[in-house]
Every structure is written in structure tokens, then in C-alpha cells.
């Protein structure tokens, strides 16, 4: 239920939800083109198809940006089964209904948590309706979420036993454990969740001589000498002038989006980008406008209309602009497309804000983001941002960018003035990890990882397809989403791969839309390949058993997988 | 009737046949006119004289030219060059290269230099290495962190604890999770940054009262009584909550509770107290400022405190009815957005509770140190003493104010160089002048730990007494 894109905007601000209306054609667009465009926005993920026939009559321009081939599929849903996870949702709703009746009249009895007497007559500190979906809904299946694990979160951990005598609303622990659980969920893209190893042993290093906390900010008396050290290390590792870590990877950009943009600033923000960075865009006071999700034709017009139009109602040109984006969509496990995001950004004056959390050491062939993914000068994005939590095996976020940036944010981030600093044998994790992936340390194991990622990316990701199972994302995303939909599904998916002894994550609304219920696996490089074999013939026999084999695909152009590997997106304008 | 409508109709065809041939042309003619007017004429459409051209946008977009990103930081900015600490922070401490005895970490209870905390950290980490690698939703629950919940809560006698990876993020996250869009939050001026971050995320209606002063706030909740008289039906939605710190960070001083839950059920308002200078430092067990005063704990809706100051580790925790904080397990962004908390750190705070719950001898010690302190820095000439003799970090200000704050922190400045080459570290406390809603005026801080003894406190007063006599004269 976590991670939530936040789609929900507020009120006020404004989302371009449709292209069709107000589409000039740009200066060299042709009909044709917005044509085709007008199709896309019909259904966005139903391009694949069509792409395939389109790709033969034009050449698209922009072909030059990218320096590999750009492969992203959202296969459209299947009709009847979107009707069919409707109707599922109606038939929960009834029944949610019914049941809450049944509660009111003490016919069945109610777990949930009671107010105090004595507070009573205060008003409610959450509306009862609010919770009907969390009561009604995920309560059903909320064995599936919050498993507690007792081991490193690598290739496979071990998870406490729970069972729940009173349908998921209390959990108890028998004390047993279940072992050796192959983890899909964890964010260990580079294997570097280990209790063993360099890393873990100058960690320990580090407790014995700096010990856990740190009891101070940065500004007054908590800068240590470790933080100065891995943040040179991250500049250098980013290619970048200079960067600045953080405690929180959620923190950091709801901290910092603030001090770079205000009001009288404009930012324009992925539809699904991470709560985070809404939270962040909507404490900084400034405009926020969304672009469809990786649309570059609506982030130009957003662009173009921003400049021309200024602000809203006083008409004064708008003081920066802000694009705000991530590498790898975290639930859609797409990749941006920054070779155009970023011609964009020059041809418009606009900063650009790259969120790697996700990217961060699982793209690249040096590990060092999607900027590394593309090949292009990382100089050219003004705001990288990235977390530690993931590839590195560590915690917190950082920031980087040119040298004044960094001041800057030295002199006026929240969490330097406020904010306890990092803890050091996390900052030493960080340190060893990174500079094993730089290869550093002087071996290849960081380089091994790294390959390793990618091919079993490449791998889970075929299987899986081949299996005709609907996988959203790019071709390249270690993060793969697959399609559940219905919410019967979500639970049964989840606790039949338990059974085979396979910790998935599975996510339904309000994470995703409601339609869209998925699992979703993260790859590792400490995957093996008989860990993603026994994997993958599990999800087969659950997938055949719960009939998750969606997919159209197969059977329509089963020989014509290489199509997919061409570019399938039309020009930009420039 | 019907027949007179008739014979009116009649009467009308006859006119018509009787009508002049030039009145009928006229009466065409009008009519063809106003066809004409009605579909075939241009209308005046104002907009299209502004429309642009495809150059004019051109060009605009030519010649806007943005801000810069970030505006220049001069060198010299006081908050740009951090001291550098070499080695732990811990009572001993080196800042740029010189050994100093610490009155400026809040280590309040020395753990940070407990060996029993870093065995269990180092246990913690060859069995499940540094980082979680997940929310809390999604595999980043390790049973350290059940364990941890369970302890606080019964540390603190609540039925729940639920906690953070961040203590920044505590509160921050924890407000937004209830106080709505059109919810009202009374909440003391002196608050510290994170509960207005919170404030600011909640987007709530805000009214502070001022600092300490029940007065003031009584009248503002009946105002708002009054205000709700007049409209019942909103006043049923509207949820109201009373914001305040323990021990007030900027402030040094405790607020008064048994007052404010007096306020709370005649009004019915709940509270929220954010706890982080006063968790593991007041009461007889260090259970904070409800037990300083014998407050029942279920009288407060939610109790908040970070895990950085007292217990020495890092993240923070909320803790109270489970009615109130299972909300959060969906509703606080923070918590479910975010990785989990290293379950090293976690692991560090279970073993600084244990210390806690072994010894409360250990909270007597820092209370009278505290005092010991709070008497020694009584009477400083040109240096007000701020804050309340219990309190482990009190304020130091100017007795008179230049008027000009950079000159005030200046001073300031220099009586903590000054100190720092004696081998007494201390800090100016900063703020971000933008950015507080009430900035509190400078003030150099100085922190209080067990650890510190009688020597170490003499030395450091006398040192700060003759930095005062060299500066401030």
C-alpha cells in the first residue's frame, strides 16, 4: 500500500490531463504527427500495436538523442478483464456495506481500535468512512504487507511466521520462522544488503570507533569527518562538482524541492512521481503543473504555454521553472526519457530535478544512473538526486550538483540546520559500497554486480513475457511490474507465492489505479539463476492457476519481439 | 378564452392581407437583416486581436531568461564552512583538529559513548547488515523494529509506538496524518521547525498562542467556541488540536500540561506534544514531561520524540492510544513512504532503553547537573541565562541587543571561538532566519550530559565568563 505516485492533486493545482485541445502544431509538426499524437492520448498504453506499423513510415528524428534502443510497453488492459476487476470492486463494496451494518447492529464483532470514552463527544479524530476501504478492503488481505523478515533482505531471507485468528485485524508470532524465502521485494539491486563482506566489516569498524548516533546537525556540531569524506566520494562518483547527503531519502526532497523553488516559480512534475516529491512541490509554495506520465509532447506544451502565458492572472513571466522527474518509476518500472527531457530543459531555460532513487546504481554501465544509462554529461542535469537505501544498502539521500547549488544548500537546507546527521557506520556502508561499484576498492566485484543486474533483468524479464504475462515498464528496468488487476488476485497472488516459498510485493489502489493491481518484482544481482528459475516456474504455475496469463501479445506477433527493440516514439520538436 | 385567442389570431392573418405592400417589404427586409446578423456577420472577438503568432511565441520564449537556480552564497557566510569533527562525537570531542570537552551534542545521557549500545549495534549488524532496503510495507519490517515499537510503548505505559526513520520526520508526518484541510491547530509560537514543517504540510488553519501563555490560549479556543456556535455544522467536521513541545527547543523552558488538558476536555481539543528535548530526560524515569508533572498519558492524544537526542541513536517515534496511532501505519507519509529505519539503529535504541529502564538513577544524575549548571552560568555580565533549571540545553543571550542580529551572532560567534581554543566546545544555535515563523532571538547553546563532570563545568563557565569579559564590555 506504500509508495503511492500520489496521482491525487490538489485543488487549485492544474493538470494537463488532455492534449487535444489547444495543440497547435509547432513549427515544423506536421498533421500527420498530431494525428498520431491525438491516438496515443486516446489510450496511452495500447501504443504497442500501433507503434509497430507506425515505426515503418516515419524515421523519427530524435533517434539521435538516445544512444540505445528505447523499449517501453504498457500493454493496454483486456476489456473483459477490466470489467470483470469492476465488478469485483462493486461486489467488496456491497459487501463492505453490509458488513458495516452488521457491525453497527453488534451482529458481528468490531476489532478496530475504539476512541476513549471520555473523548467521545470530540470530533472524530478520522471520519469512520475514511477507514471503510482500509476496514472493508485491505484489512481482507493485509496479510500480504508488513511481513516481518529476521534476516539480511538479500537473495533470500527469512520471514516470521504470523497467523491471525481474527481475519488480519491482530497478527500473532508463533516464534517460528520461515527460511530461506526467495525476496523479489527488497530494493537490493546491487546485492549490497550483506551481513558479510567489506562492507559490513568496516561498518563494524566504524561502530567500534565512531559509535551510532550522532546527537547533533550538521551546521552546529554533527559534521564528521565521515560525512565529508563519502559526500566528496558521491561528487566524484556522480561526476558532478560537488553534492551534500542527507538522512532520509523521503526527506530529502521534501526538504529541499523548498529551498530551491517559491513562490512565483513554477514546477512541473511527472503524474506519478513519488509522494516525496509532491509533498516536497507543495510545501515550496510554488505552482505545480503535472504532465502525463513520460509525455514529452505534454511537458513541451506545459513548457511553451508557461513561458508564453506567465502566471496565472498577473501575467508576470514566471521566475524559474522547475521539471521535475525520476529515473525509474517505481511502480510503472519505466525509465525517463532524458535524452529529450533534457533537450527540452536547454530550449526552454528550464532546471531540471532527476530523482534517482530507484536509477541509482541499477542503471548505467558504470551503475551511475540513468544520466550514465543514456551515455549523457550528468553536468547537463542541475539537481541529482538520489537515495542510499537502495543500491547501496544503506539509508538517507543525497543532493548534487555544481558547486553554488551545494553551497547553497550547505547555508539553507532544513535538514542541515534542523536535522540530526547520519548516522557513521551508515555513511561508512555508503563509502565501501560506492567505491566497490566504482571499482575502488580494486576488485570487479562492483563491475560483476553490475552486469549481473542487468542480465537478470534482461532475463526475469523475457521469461516472463514469453510466460504471456502483461509486464509494464522498460526492457532495461530491474523494477518489473506485473499485472494482477482483479483484487481477489493481490492476496491470493501473494500468499500462493508465500506458499512456494517467494516473498513478492503486490500492490493494488490507492498505489496504482483502481484497475491496476500488480506485483511487482526487484531484481538483484545477487539473484542467481536457479534463485530466478525456481522463481519464475512458481509465478508460472501461480499464474496459471489464478489465470494471470494476460498477455494478447504472444499469440498476435509472437515472431516480431525484435520490432519492439526500435524506437517507437515520434519526434520532438527539435 | 381559447376562443378569443382565436379571434385574435384571425383578426392578426387579416391585418397582415390588409397591410401596405411597403410595410410588408420594410418588415422582410428587417427580418433577412437580422438572419444576416445572426449567422453571417463577423463577431468582435476580443481575443483574437491577442492571439500570437507562432514568431511572436517564438521570440517570447527567446527572451525569457529565469532566475538562477540557487542565488551566490557569499564565502564568508556563516553557515557555510561547517566545524569538522574528527573521530566520535562523544564527550571528548575533536572539532577542527582540537580535543574539546562536549557541551554542545545532545547526548544527554552519554550514550552515544556506551559500549553496551555498540556491542548490541554490531550483534544487530552481522545479522542483518546496514541497510533495510525497503518500507516498512514491503519487507523493511525486521522483527528489531516490532521489538522496538513494543518496548517504547511499554517504556512509556501507551498502547502503541509506531517509528520513524528520521526524527525530523516525526512530526512532520505525524500532524498531516490527521489535521486536514479546514482543521484548526493551535500551536505555540515558540515551536520548533519540524512541528512547523508538519503545520505547513497539514495545511490546516493555524493560530498560535503565545509562548506559554494558557491565557492567550483560552482565548483563542473561544473564539473559536463562539465561532462555532454560530455554525454547529461545521464545528461537527472541524477537528481542533492544541500543538506543543515538552521542553521547548528554542526556549529551554517546560509547558505547562497539567493546563493544557484542562483546556483540552473544556474545549475538546486534543494535544499533541512533541517530546524530543524532554524524552529520557524528565521524570523520575525519564518518560518526559507528562511524568514530570503526574499527567495521566492517555490524556495526551500523541506523544512524539526522536531517537537522536536522549537515546543517542537516530529515527524518532510517536506514541499513544492505538486508536490514534495505527492511523498513521497508512496515513503518515513519512512512514509509509520511506525506507525503515537500519535495524542497527533500531537495535542501538532497544539497548539505550534497557540502560534507561535499568538505572532511572541516571535521570536524577542529569537533573542535577542540570541545576549545577543552571546556577553556574547565573550572573554573566552582557549573557542572559534562558531556560528552566531541569532543562539539559539552555540558551545564552545577549543581555543587550546591538539591534543587528549578524553582529549579535557575530559576538556570539567569537565567545564560542573563543571557548572552542579552550577546549570547550559549545555552538551558536542556528536557525534559518527565512524561514521561522518566530525567530528566537541568538543565543549560544549549551548542552548538559551526565557525562560532564564538576571540573569540566567550572572550566567551561570560567572560560565562557572571560570570553564574556573579553566581548562583551
Given at each position: 500500500m506504500a509508495e503511492s505516485p500520489a496521482t491525487k492533486e490538489a485543488d487549485g493545482?492544474?493538470?494537463?490531463?488532455?492534449?487535444?485541445?489547444?495543440?497547435k502544431p509547432e513549427r515544423n509538426g506536421s498533421a500527420r504527427s498530431l494525428h498520431r499524437n491525438r491516438k496515443r492520448q486516446?489510450?496511452?498504453?495500447?501504443?504497442a500495436d500501433e507503434e509497430e506499423e507506425e515505426e515503418e513510415e516515419t524515421t523519427p528524428?530524435?533517434?539521435?538523442?538516445?544512444?540505445r534502443p528505447f523499449t517501453e510497453s504498457f500493454e493496454e488492459t483486456p476489456m473483459l478483464v477490466a470489467v470483470l476487476t469492476n465488478v469485483g470492486y462493486v461486489i467488496l463494496i456491497i459487501f463492505g456495506y453490509l458488513r458495516d451494518l452488521l457491525r453497527h447492529w453488534k451482529i458481528e464483532q468490531r476489532h478496530i481500535a475504539r476512541e476513549k470514552e471520555e473523548q467521545k463527544?470530540?470530533?472524530?479524530?478520522?471520519?469512520d468512512f475514511q477507514n471503510f476501504y482500509t476496514r472493508n478492503l485491505y484489512m481482507r488481505i493485509?496479510?500480504?504487507?508488513?511481513?516481518?523478515?529476521?534476516?539480511?533482505?538479500?537473495?533470500k531471507m527469512d520471514l516470521m511466521d504470523r497467523t491471525s485468528h481474527d481475519y488480519n485485524w491482530t497478527f500473532e508470532y508463533n516464534g517460528r520462522t520461515m527460511k530461506d524465502v526467495i525476496n523479489?521485494?527488497?530494493?537490493n539491486y546491487l546485492g549490497f544488503?550483506?551481513?558479510?563482506g567489506p562492507c559490513a566489516d568496516s561498518a563494524a569498524q566504524v561502530v567500534r570507533t565512531y559509535?551510532?548516533?550522532?546527537?547533533?546537525?550538521r551546521q552546529e556540531i554533527g559534521n564528521l569527518d565521515k560525512h565529508e569524506e563519502m559526500e566528496k566520494q558521491v561528487a566524484k562518483f556522480l561526476g558532478v562538482e560537488s553534492a551534500m547527503a542527507f538522512g532520509m531519502g523521503f526527506a530529502t526532497n521534501s526538504m529541499n524541492i523548498p529551498a530551491l523553488v517559491g513562490k512565483g516559480c513554477l514546477i512541473l512534475s511527472?503524474?506519478?512521481?513519488?509522494t516525496s516529491l509532491v509533498l516536497g512541490a507543495r510545501l515550496s509554495g510554488a505552482t505545480i503543473r503535472v504532465f502525463k506520465h513520460n509525455n514529452m509532447q505534454c511537458l513541451e506544451k506545459l513548457l511553451s504555454e508557461a513561458i508564453i502565458?506567465?502566471?496565472?492572472?498577473?501575467?508576470?513571466?514566471?521566475?524559474k521553472i522547475l521539471i521535475v522527474v525520476e529515473?525509474?518509476?517505481?511502480?510503472?518500472?519505466s525509465i525517463v526519457r532524458l535524452p529529450e527531457v533534457i533537450t527540452l530543459k536547454k530550449r526552454y531555460k528550464a532546471y531540471l530535478y532527476l530523482d534517482e532513487a530507484h536509477s541509482i546504481g541499477a542503471l548505467g554501465h558504470r551503475g551511475r544512473g540513468v544520466v550514465d544509462y543514456f551515455d549523457l554529461?550528468?553536468?547537463?542535469?542541475d539537481v541529482l538526486m538520489g537515495t542510499f537505501?537502495?543500491?547501496?544498502?544503506a539509508a538517507g539521500g543525497y543532493i548534487a550538483g555544481k558547486r553554488e547549488l551545494i553551497e547553497y544548500l550547505r547555508s539553507h537546507s532544513h535538514s542541515a540546520v534542523y536535522a540530526a546527521s547520519m548516522s557513521p557506520p551508515v555513511v561508512e556502508q555508503i563509502i565501501t559500497s560506492m567505491k566497490c561499484i566504482m571499482g575502488d576498492d580494486g576488485t570487479s566485484i562492483g563491475c560483476k554486480r553490475l552486469q549481473q543486474l542487468a542480465e537478470n533483468t534482461t532475463y526475469f524479464r523475457r521469461r516472463l513475457r514469453e510466460m504471456g504475462f502483461i509486464i509494464y515498464g522498460?526492457?532495461?528496468?530491474?523494477v518489473i511490474p506485473m499485472m494482477l488487476y482483479m483484487p481477489a488476485k493481490i492476496g491470493a497472488f501473494g500468499r500462493e507465492m508465500l506458499k512456494k516459498n517467494i516473498g513478492v510485493v503486490v500492490v493494488g489502489f490507492p498505489a496504482t489505479s483502481l484497475v491496476e493491481s500488480r506485483a511487482r518484482f526487484c531484481i538483484s544481482a545477487a539473484h542467481s539463476k536457479e534463485i530466478l528459475d525456481t522463481a519464475l516456474s512458481a509465478i508460472s504455475e501461480v499464474g496459471d492457476v489464478l489465470q494471470l496469463?494476460?498477455?494478447?501479445r504472444l499469440t498476435q506477433?509472437?515472431?516480431?519481439?525484435?520490432?519492439?527493440?526500435?524506437?517507437m516514439f515520434e519526434d520532438i520538436d527539435d | 378564452m381559447a376562443a378569443g385567442q382565436q379571434w385574435v389570431l384571425v383578426e392578426m392573418v387579416q391585418a397582415f392581407y390588409e397591410a401596405p405592400a411597403y410595410h410588408l417589404i420594410l418588415e422582410g427586409i428587417l427580418i433577412l437583416w437580422i438572419v444576416r446578423l445572426l449567422f453571417f456577420s463577423k463577431t468582435y472577438k476580443p481575443h483574437e486581436t491577442y492571439k500570437l503568432t507562432e514568431k511572436e511565441k517564438e521570440d517570447l520564449i527567446e527572451e525569457w531568461q529565469p532566475e538562477p537556480l540557487v542565488p551566490p552564497v557569499s564565502k564568508?557566510?556563516?553557515?557555510?564552512n561547517y566545524d569538522v569533527v574528527t573521530?566520535?562525537?562523544?564527550?571528548k570531542i575533536i572539532i577542527n583538529g582540537k580535543e574539546c570537552t562536549n557541551?554542545?551534542?545532545?547526548n544527554f545521557l552519554g550514550l552515544l559513548d556506551s559500549d553496551r549500545v555498540k556491542d548490541k549495534a554490531l550483534a544487530s549488524l552481522k545479522k542483518?547488515?546496514?541497510?533495510?532496503?525497503?518500507?516498512?510495507?514491503?519487507?523493511?519490517?525486521f522483527d528489531v523494529h516490532l521489538e522496538l515499537e513494543s518496548r517504547l510503548a511499554k517504556f512509556m505505559r501507551t498502547e502503541e509506538a509506531i517509528i520513524y526513520s528520521y526524527g525530523f520526520a516525526t512530526i512532520a508526518s505525524a500532524i498531516p496524518a490527521y489535521s486536514k484541510r479546514g482543521d484548526i491547530i493551535f500551536v505555540d509560537e515558540a515551536a520548533c521547525f519540524s512541528i512547523q514543517k508538519g503545520l505547513q504540510a497539514s495545511r490546516s488553519f493555524i493560530k498560535y498562542f503565545k509562548h506559554n501563555d494558557m491565557e492567550d490560549l483560552e482565548r483563542l479556543l473561544k473564539e473559536q467556541e463562539l465561532e462555532d456556535q454560530k455554525n454547529p455544522r461545521k464545528a461537527r467536521v472541524t477537528r481542533k488540536f492544541i500543538v506543543v513541545e515538552?521542553?521547548?527547543?528554542?526556549?529551554a523552558d517546560v509547558c505547562p500540561l497539567p493546563e493544557l488538558v484542562r483546556l483540552k476536555y473544556k474545549y475538546k481539543v486534543r494535544i499533541f506534544l512533541e517530546e524530543s528535548m524532554s524524552f529520557g530526560v524528565l521524570g523520575e524515569h525519564g518518560k518526559g514531561v507528562t511524568e514530570h508533572f503526574g499527567v495521566?498519558?492517555?490524556?495526551?492524544d500523541l506523544i512524539s520524540a526522536n531517537?537522536?537526542?536522549?537515546?543517542?541513536?537516530i529515527g524518532g517515534f510517536c506514541c499513544g492510544r492505538s486508536f490514534v496511532i495505527?492511523?498513521?501505519?497508512?496515513?503518515g507519509q513519512g512512514y509509509c513512504f520511506s525506507a525503515s529505519l537500519p535495524p542497527m539503529l533500531a537495535a542501538a535504541a532497544i539497548e539505550a532503553l534497557s540502560i534507561m529502564e535499568e538505572d532511572p538513577e541516571i535521570f536524577s544524575v542529569l537533573k542535577r547537573r542540570c541545576s549545577q549548571v543552571h546556577q553556574a552560568l547565573q550572573?554573566?555580565?552582557?549573557l542572559k541565562l534562558v531556560g528552566?533549571?531541569?532543562?539539559?540545553a539552555l540558551h545564552l543571550q545577549l543581555?543587550?541587543?546591538?539591534?543587528c542580529r549578524s553582529s549579535d551572532l557575530q559576538l556570539l560567534r567569537s565567545i564560542v571561538d573563543h571557548c572552542l581554543d579552550r577546549h570547550v566546545a559549545l555552538t551558536v544555535a542556528r536557525y534559518l532566519e527565512k524561514e521561522e515563523r518566530f525567530m528566537p532571538p541568538p543565543s549560544i547553546r549549551v548542552v548538559v550530559t551526565v557525562e560532564q563532570t564538576d571540573e569540566d563545568i567550572q572550566k567551561a563557565v570560567s572560560c565562557i565568563r572571560e570570553a564574556a569579559s573579553i566581548f562583551l564590555r
Amino acid at each position: 500500500m506504500a509508495e503511492s505516485p500520489a496521482t491525487k492533486e490538489a485543488d487549485g493545482e492544474e493538470v494537463c490531463r488532455s492534449l487535444k485541445n489547444g495543440l497547435k502544431p509547432e513549427r515544423n509538426g506536421s498533421a500527420r504527427s498530431l494525428h498520431r499524437n491525438r491516438k496515443r492520448q486516446n489510450d496511452r498504453r495500447c501504443q504497442a500495436d500501433e507503434e509497430e506499423e507506425e515505426e515503418e513510415e516515419t524515421t523519427p528524428q530524435h533517434d539521435s538523442l538516445y544512444s540505445r534502443p528505447f523499449t517501453e510497453s504498457f500493454e493496454e488492459t483486456p476489456m473483459l478483464v477490466a470489467v470483470l476487476t469492476n465488478v469485483g470492486y462493486v461486489i467488496l463494496i456491497i459487501f463492505g456495506y453490509l458488513r458495516d451494518l452488521l457491525r453497527h447492529w453488534k451482529i458481528e464483532q468490531r476489532h478496530i481500535a475504539r476512541e476513549k470514552e471520555e473523548q467521545k463527544d470530540f470530533v472524530p479524530l478520522y471520519r469512520d468512512f475514511q477507514n471503510f476501504y482500509t476496514r472493508n478492503l485491505y484489512m481482507r488481505i493485509r496479510d500480504n504487507w508488513n511481513r516481518p523478515i529476521c534476516s539480511v533482505p538479500g537473495a533470500k531471507m527469512d520471514l516470521m511466521d504470523r497467523t491471525s485468528h481474527d481475519y488480519n485485524w491482530t497478527f500473532e508470532y508463533n516464534g517460528r520462522t520461515m527460511k530461506d524465502v526467495i525476496n523479489l521485494g527488497s530494493y537490493n539491486y546491487l546485492g549490497f544488503a550483506e551481513n558479510t563482506g567489506p562492507c559490513a566489516d568496516s561498518a563494524a569498524q566504524v561502530v567500534r570507533t565512531y559509535g551510532i548516533g550522532v546527537a547533533s546537525t550538521r551546521q552546529e556540531i554533527g559534521n564528521l569527518d565521515k560525512h565529508e569524506e563519502m559526500e566528496k566520494q558521491v561528487a566524484k562518483f556522480l561526476g558532478v562538482e560537488s553534492a551534500m547527503a542527507f538522512g532520509m531519502g523521503f526527506a530529502t526532497n521534501s526538504m529541499n524541492i523548498p529551498a530551491l523553488v517559491g513562490k512565483g516559480c513554477l514546477i512541473l512534475s511527472d503524474e506519478l512521481n513519488h509522494t516525496s516529491l509532491v509533498l516536497g512541490a507543495r510545501l515550496s509554495g510554488a505552482t505545480i503543473r503535472v504532465f502525463k506520465h513520460n509525455n514529452m509532447q505534454c511537458l513541451e506544451k506545459l513548457l511553451s504555454e508557461a513561458i508564453i502565458y506567465g502566471q496565472p492572472r498577473t501575467h508576470r513571466p514566471w521566475k524559474k521553472i522547475l521539471i521535475v522527474v525520476e529515473g525509474i518509476y517505481s511502480m510503472e518500472g519505466s525509465i525517463v526519457r532524458l535524452p529529450e527531457v533534457i533537450t527540452l530543459k536547454k530550449r526552454y531555460k528550464a532546471y531540471l530535478y532527476l530523482d534517482e532513487a530507484h536509477s541509482i546504481g541499477a542503471l548505467g554501465h558504470r551503475g551511475r544512473g540513468v544520466v550514465d544509462y543514456f551515455d549523457l554529461d550528468p553536468r547537463d542535469v542541475d539537481v541529482l538526486m538520489g537515495t542510499f537505501t537502495k543500491s547501496f544498502g544503506a539509508a538517507g539521500g543525497y543532493i548534487a550538483g555544481k558547486r553554488e547549488l551545494i553551497e547553497y544548500l550547505r547555508s539553507h537546507s532544513h535538514s542541515a540546520v534542523y536535522a540530526a546527521s547520519m548516522s557513521p557506520p551508515v555513511v561508512e556502508q555508503i563509502i565501501t559500497s560506492m567505491k566497490c561499484i566504482m571499482g575502488d576498492d580494486g576488485t570487479s566485484i562492483g563491475c560483476k554486480r553490475l552486469q549481473q543486474l542487468a542480465e537478470n533483468t534482461t532475463y526475469f524479464r523475457r521469461r516472463l513475457r514469453e510466460m504471456g504475462f502483461i509486464i509494464y515498464g522498460n526492457d532495461d528496468s530491474p523494477v518489473i511490474p506485473m499485472m494482477l488487476y482483479m483484487p481477489a488476485k493481490i492476496g491470493a497472488f501473494g500468499r500462493e507465492m508465500l506458499k512456494k516459498n517467494i516473498g513478492v510485493v503486490v500492490v493494488g489502489f490507492p498505489a496504482t489505479s483502481l484497475v491496476e493491481s500488480r506485483a511487482r518484482f526487484c531484481i538483484s544481482a545477487a539473484h542467481s539463476k536457479e534463485i530466478l528459475d525456481t522463481a519464475l516456474s512458481a509465478i508460472s504455475e501461480v499464474g496459471d492457476v489464478l489465470q494471470l496469463k494476460y498477455s494478447r501479445r504472444l499469440t498476435q506477433n509472437a515472431p516480431s519481439a525484435h520490432l519492439f527493440a526500435e524506437n517507437m516514439f515520434e519526434d520532438i520538436d527539435d | 378564452m381559447a376562443a378569443g385567442q382565436q379571434w385574435v389570431l384571425v383578426e392578426m392573418v387579416q391585418a397582415f392581407y390588409e397591410a401596405p405592400a411597403y410595410h410588408l417589404i420594410l418588415e422582410g427586409i428587417l427580418i433577412l437583416w437580422i438572419v444576416r446578423l445572426l449567422f453571417f456577420s463577423k463577431t468582435y472577438k476580443p481575443h483574437e486581436t491577442y492571439k500570437l503568432t507562432e514568431k511572436e511565441k517564438e521570440d517570447l520564449i527567446e527572451e525569457w531568461q529565469p532566475e538562477p537556480l540557487v542565488p551566490p552564497v557569499s564565502k564568508d557566510h556563516p553557515s557555510l564552512n561547517y566545524d569538522v569533527v574528527t573521530g566520535p562525537p562523544s564527550h571528548k570531542i575533536i572539532i577542527n583538529g582540537k580535543e574539546c570537552t562536549n557541551f554542545a551534542s545532545f547526548n544527554f545521557l552519554g550514550l552515544l559513548d556506551s559500549d553496551r549500545v555498540k556491542d548490541k549495534a554490531l550483534a544487530s549488524l552481522k545479522k542483518y547488515g546496514v541497510g533495510t532496503c525497503g518500507p516498512r510495507g514491503f519487507y523493511g519490517t525486521f522483527d528489531v523494529h516490532l521489538e522496538l515499537e513494543s518496548r517504547l510503548a511499554k517504556f512509556m505505559r501507551t498502547e502503541e509506538a509506531i517509528i520513524y526513520s528520521y526524527g525530523f520526520a516525526t512530526i512532520a508526518s505525524a500532524i498531516p496524518a490527521y489535521s486536514k484541510r479546514g482543521d484548526i491547530i493551535f500551536v505555540d509560537e515558540a515551536a520548533c521547525f519540524s512541528i512547523q514543517k508538519g503545520l505547513q504540510a497539514s495545511r490546516s488553519f493555524i493560530k498560535y498562542f503565545k509562548h506559554n501563555d494558557m491565557e492567550d490560549l483560552e482565548r483563542l479556543l473561544k473564539e473559536q467556541e463562539l465561532e462555532d456556535q454560530k455554525n454547529p455544522r461545521k464545528a461537527r467536521v472541524t477537528r481542533k488540536f492544541i500543538v506543543v513541545e515538552g521542553l521547548y527547543i528554542n526556549t529551554a523552558d517546560v509547558c505547562p500540561l497539567p493546563e493544557l488538558v484542562r483546556l483540552k476536555y473544556k474545549y475538546k481539543v486534543r494535544i499533541f506534544l512533541e517530546e524530543s528535548m524532554s524524552f529520557g530526560v524528565l521524570g523520575e524515569h525519564g518518560k518526559g514531561v507528562t511524568e514530570h508533572f503526574g499527567v495521566n498519558i492517555d490524556d495526551i492524544d500523541l506523544i512524539s520524540a526522536n531517537m537522536e537526542n536522549a537515546v543517542a541513536s537516530i529515527g524518532g517515534f510517536c506514541c499513544g492510544r492505538s486508536f490514534v496511532i495505527d492511523h498513521q501505519r497508512l496515513s503518515g507519509q513519512g512512514y509509509c513512504f520511506s525506507a525503515s529505519l537500519p535495524p542497527m539503529l533500531a537495535a542501538a535504541a532497544i539497548e539505550a532503553l534497557s540502560i534507561m529502564e535499568e538505572d532511572p538513577e541516571i535521570f536524577s544524575v542529569l537533573k542535577r547537573r542540570c541545576s549545577q549548571v543552571h546556577q553556574a552560568l547565573q550572573g554573566i555580565p552582557g549573557l542572559k541565562l534562558v531556560g528552566v533549571p531541569f532543562s539539559p540545553a539552555l540558551h545564552l543571550q545577549l543581555e543587550r541587543s546591538s539591534g543587528c542580529r549578524s553582529s549579535d551572532l557575530q559576538l556570539l560567534r567569537s565567545i564560542v571561538d573563543h571557548c572552542l581554543d579552550r577546549h570547550v566546545a559549545l555552538t551558536v544555535a542556528r536557525y534559518l532566519e527565512k524561514e521561522e515563523r518566530f525567530m528566537p532571538p541568538p543565543s549560544i547553546r549549551v548542552v548538559v550530559t551526565v557525562e560532564q563532570t564538576d571540573e569540566d563545568i567550572q572550566k567551561a563557565v570560567s572560560c565562557i565568563r572571560e570570553a564574556a569579559s573579553i566581548f562583551l564590555r
